[in-house]
């Protein structure tokens, strides 16, 4: 019993006297974003395949739509403590893609959507990585691979989606 205490202190201790930087390289924190933003890409993608066939009532998409608000003004520092602000991130994509299913039915238009949404997230999230590099520990490149990452991963599970939708259409209707 004590044996297996000491295997749980142990890590918490040498991680709580550890003052020092860990630099990761780029490919590193791209595998990061790849594997933080694969929850959220999995649930775009099943909700695209989905809605080919279901369309959510609009007060869901209006609860969505608040979560949306509040992940945002958690993510900006505007409500709440700073400790878990990355944490909000995750949500954002399939909260935008509920949303978008909600309220725009036209398959087309929400494509364009889409992808013009995807597109000014990168960019405003990498520009405030950029710029609001703070600190000794704080390295640009570190926060453009996870990005990246994240962002290549939503957009190809968004994509089989949306082959997977089209796919059922015309399974279902010849």
């Keep these: 019993m004590s044996f297996a205490a000491l295997l749980l202190v142990w890590p918490s ?4 006297s550890f003052n020092g930087r860990i630099d990761l390289p780029f490919g590193a924190c791209v595998a990061i974003g790849v594997v933080a933003a694969l929850p959220g890409a999995i649930a775009v993608l099943l909700l695209e395949w989905r809605a080919t066939t279901w369309l959510p009532p609009p007060w869901a998409g ?7 608000v509040y992940c ?3 993510l900006t520092g505007l409500v709440g403590p700073a400790g878990d602000r990355g944490f909000y991130l995750l949500p954002i994509p399939p909260l935008i893609e509920f949303v978008l299913i909600a309220f725009v039915h036209s398959t087309r238009v929400r494509h364009a959507v889409i992808w013009a949404v995807a597109a000014a997230s990168v960019l405003l999230v990498g520009l405030a ?3 609001n590099a703070s600190g000794p520990s704080a390295r640009p490149s570190e ?3 996870v990005v990246c990452g994240g962002a290549v991963t939503t957009v190809l ?3 089989l989606g949306v082959w997977l939708g089209q796919w059922t259409l015309r399974r279902r209707f010849g």
């Excluded at 201790?13 to 709580?16: G, L, P, T």
């Design 143 to 145: 926060g453009w691979g």
């Design 129 to 131: 990585l950029t710029f």
């Design 62 to 68: 209006a609860l969505a739509g608040l979560s949306f």
């Design 72 to 74: 945002v003004l958690r």
């Design 157 to 159: 599970l968004w994509r």
């Design 13 to 16: 201790v040498a991680c709580a």
